[in-house]
């Protein structure tokens, strides 16, 4: 595939990113999210992506940054992922340059789209949060055990959760998860006007392992490419909760591990015990290895899901407390 440059500034060219430059792209990822980066995973479907607009800085030759971005929400949103410089060329001011190139191509390809979305890790401080609106902030869980070990760990959670409902005399028929198979069914759920205030949606958006949609019909096919397995409590007339995982998928972390995303939404601490459970039961079978697990959930359950999740041996927590931030900002 030939090379189609998109700019020049600061000295750099802006080119739109290739297969064949995938070997280049992880040479520049090599601490990239503490080796659990999703890029060297996804940069192939990246590549084919519709709607994606996937973007290398290089100075002569040599790659010197990416930043991507996909348009969601009906083409209202862009929603930026994958940032990264390599490491000799950080803090010289180059993750400024290619955001502004890359937001400039994509208004120029995508005219509609006039608001910018993304998620971090870290907390950027006052000075630069000044030029983003935070939408929201999801507490993070994070556990890690070795593939084997999660079976006892499962094992471990539903004696955990019998003891507890038997102190708590919550009726488990209360609190009963489906896992929604069913397209039309869940394009009904989610396309419900009350979801959102039902289920606190962060900034009224689902984040789907980093990437924040707003729950409307022209995202449905987004998620519906992710493969996700969906659960909800839809026993109850009125939805308290949902949670969805991504399909485990290889990243570097310690030579080569699994990572695990389940992202919680609702506020209700046994649903989400439930669903921890739920969600481990139908990956088991997939398990090998090192397995990084994150859960994203509202702050308020965070204690209550840590609690539930300590004291066994082979799956531990593997950070402290952490926040995911949802960020906005115009594109003018
Ligand atoms: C984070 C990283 C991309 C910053 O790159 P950098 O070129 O060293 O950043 P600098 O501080 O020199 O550049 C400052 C500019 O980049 C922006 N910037 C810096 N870090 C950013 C981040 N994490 N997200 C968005 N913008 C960022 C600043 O807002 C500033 O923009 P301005 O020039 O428009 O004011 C770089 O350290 C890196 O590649 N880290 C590893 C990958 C990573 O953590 N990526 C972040 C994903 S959220």
Partial sequence: MEA???????????WLARPQDYDEVMAISQDVHLGHDYLPHRYHTWMTEKDRVTVLARRDAK?????????????????????RV???ERGH?????IQRITDGYIKQVYPSV????FTRVDDPGPEKLSKFIVLALRAVLSLIGEAEGFNRFVVGLKAKLDSIE???QSTTTNNQLTVLKDDQQLKALLLDP?????????????????LPLKPVESNLEILKRKNLTWLADTTNDKLRFMSFHTPPYPVPFNGGSLRLTIDMYGENLPLARKALITHLEQVMGELHGTVLVNIYLNQTLWTGMQKVCEGDEGVKQFRDYWEQLFLERELS
């Fill in 4 to 14: 189609q440059c998109i700019g020049e500034s600061d000295g750099l060219k802006f």
């Fill in 114 to 117: 006039n608001i910018k979305r």
């Fill in 166 to 168: 038997k102190t708590e």
């Fill in 93 to 97: 001011g180059v993750a400024g340059v």
């Fill in 63 to 83: 790659l010197i940054a990416l930043e991507s971005g996909l348009v969601v929400d009906g083409g209202r949103t862009v929603v930026v992922e994958g940032l």
């Fill in 194 to 210: 009350d979801l959102s205030t039902r289920l606190q949606l962060p900034g009224g958006a689902i984040i789907q392992d980093w």
């Fill in 86 to 88: 390599c490491p000799s």
